[in-house]
């Protein structure tokens, strides 16, 4: 019915930029909030980024002002650029959606990501 694919996960040194991209595709009305979360070994998952359909958004404390989440609603697409990375950044990144969907007609079902591997070496 519907999918989120990820991409621009990689390896960067600290102090680097990478950029995550995903795209949601298939039998979509509206993409209502997207967000990017994080999860490390051993650890549970967690928010690091979110945004409204109307573009406000909502950051973790350890990203206010390195990262920056952003969407198209056109392409249903989110970002999330991530600057000054730190060791302590690498993790698993999962995008999330909330969405509306045509058919079957359903609302606000959540979907996920696969995960996209994200590494800062030191």
């Known amino acids: 019915q519907v999918q989120l694919v990820e991409s621009g996960g990689g390896l960067v040194q600290a102090g680097g930029s990478l950029r995550l991209s995903c795209a949601a595709s298939?039998?979509?009305?509206?993409?209502?909030?997207m967000g990017w979360y994080r999860q490390a070994p051993g650890k549970q998952r967690e928010l690091v980024a979110a945004?409204?359909?109307?573009?406000?958004?909502n950051y973790a404390d350890f990203v206010k002002g390195r990262f920056t989440i952003s969407r198209d609603n056109a392409k249903n697409t989110v970002y999330l650029q991530m600057n000054s990375l730190k060791p302590e950044d690498t993790s698993v990144y999962y995008c999330?959606?909330?969405?509306?969907?045509?058919?079957?007609?359903?609302?606000?079902?959540?979907?996920w990501g696969q995960g996209t591997q994200v590494t800062v070496s030191s």
């Open positions: 945004i409204t359909r109307a573009g406000s958004t």
């Open positions: 298939g039998s979509i009305s509206s993409v209502n909030g």
């Open positions: 999330h959606a909330n969405i509306d969907l045509k058919v079957p007609f359903w609302t606000g079902r959540d979907y």
